[in-house]
């Protein structure tokens, strides 16, 4: 059974950082891409990060670019985003999500889900 567990999510000033991890298991990790995703009340999931464990390749959303870090422990079978120089506009609970066929921004191109890790940033 796939499964992909999020976790350091929480409350931190505007220009403060966190770090978020999602620990995966049930399918072979280095064969597929995760990827991070974020959803604000009243707005569409928006896709964040995704890392390619095949390749190592990366991909960051527009808005995120710079600020936020992608990063994989193939031995731990956990991806980490690192976040830094939050704003108020990255509150939003975050969900990590994996995908055989690689990365994608489309969430809805996504397969196995977990159940998401909050951030709030005060400003």
């Known amino acids: 059974e796939v499964q992909l567990v999020e976790s350091g999510g929480g409350l931190v000033q505007a220009g403060g950082s966190l770090r978020l991890s999602c620990a995966a298991s049930g399918f072979i990790f280095v064969d597929y891409a995760i990827g991070w995703f974020r959803q604000a009340p009243g707005k569409d999931r928006e896709g964040v990060s995704c890392i390619d464990s095949r390749d190592g390749s990366t991909y960051y959303g527009d808005s995120v670019k710079g600020r936020f870090t992608i990063s994989s422990d193939n031995a731990k079978n956990t991806v980490y985003l690192q976040m830094n120089s939050l704003k108020p506009e990255d509150s939003a609970v975050y969900y990590c999500?994996?995908?055989?066929?690689?990365?994608?921004?489309?969430?809805?191109?996504?397969?196995?889900w977990g159940k998401g890790t909050l951030v709030t940033v005060s400003s």
């Open positions: 999500a994996t995908e055989a066929r690689g990365c994608y921004s489309d969430y809805e191109e996504m397969t196995y």
